[in-house]
T-cell receptor, first 115, second 112 residues
Framework: AQSVTQLDSHVSVSEGTPVLLRCNYSSSYSPSLFWYVQHPNKGLQLLLKYTSAATLVKGINGFEAEFKKSETSFHLTKPSAHMSDAAEYFC?????????????FGAGTRLFVKA | SAVISQKPSRDICQRGTSLTIQCQVDSQVTMMFWYRQQPGQSLTLIATANQGSEATYESGFVIDKFPISRPNLTFSTLTVSNMSPEDSSIYLCSGGRHTEAFFGQGTRLTVV
């Protein structure tokens, strides 16, 4: 069975500084991994996804993530934070299972961006 | 991708009543799921909606409380039965294929 752990419940950065949101996963097979963002009172937006192609994945709004199988990690980074990046971020793992697949969410990391 | 439409988008309901949420996907998906997002929390998988058969529920969720139907590949309903204030949450429908899930905007339910 798969699981996902987001190592920080809250991260605070200053505008213009790098962002690092950490995610570790557990999966029996080769997982698909995703990062979603949720702004207050808004729906989920897909930032990027890893589905067994290139290990460095580039997403929208300057975000990227690197799949490291040896470390079972899929950390999300951005070189320079913007005020509009303040939101909740979810690391998500999907794994094939009998009859289909299952998608599990991490607990989320709240990103604060200071002016 | 797939577009997921849910209705209602929000509702305020009296305790003890039931609410049925509808989910329509704009293209065929292999899987449909229902999630709950309690205030300030992450998404928790309630169940996998199986076409033409009983849904597969996750631990802590039961059919009597959350009956689910999926009569065809692109439509599903979730009923929240005998509601209490603790059921106040956002309920999200998801459709997926090839291990990627797509999400609707959710139904914001308040039970008073």
């Amino acid at each position: 069975a798969q699981s996902v752990t987001q190592l920080d419940s809250h991260v605070s950065v200053s505008e213009g500084t790098p962002v690092l949101l950490r995610c570790n996963y557990s999966s029996s097979y080769s997982p698909s991994l995703f990062w979603y963002v949720q702004h207050p009172n808004k729906g989920l937006q897909l930032l990027l996804k890893y589905t067994s192609a290139a290990t460095l994945v580039k997403g929208i709004n300057g975000f990227e993530a690197e799949f490291k199988k040896s470390e079972t990690s899929f950390h999300l980074t951005k070189p320079s934070a913007h005020m509009s990046d303040a939101a909740e971020y979810f690391c998500v793992v999907s794994e094939v299972e009998t009859g289909g697949f299952k998608t599990i969410f991490g607990a989320g990391t709240r990103l604060f961006v200071k002016a | 991708s797939a577009v997921i439409s849910q209705k209602p988008s929000r509702d305020i309901c009296q305790r003890g009543t039931s609410l049925t949420i509808q989910c329509q996907v704009d293209s065929q998906v292999t899987m449909m799921f229902w999630y709950r997002q309690q205030p300030g929390q992450s998404l928790t998988l309630i169940a996998t909606a199986n076409q033409g058969s009983e849904a597969t529920y996750e631990s802590g969720f039961v059919i009597d409380k959350f009956p689910i139907s999926r009569p065809n590949l692109t439509f599903s309903t979730l009923t929240v039965s005998n509601m209490s204030p603790e059921d106040s949450s956002i309920y999200l429908c998801s459709g997926g294929r090839h291990t990627e899930a797509f999400f609707g905007q959710g139904t914001r339910l308040t039970v008073v």
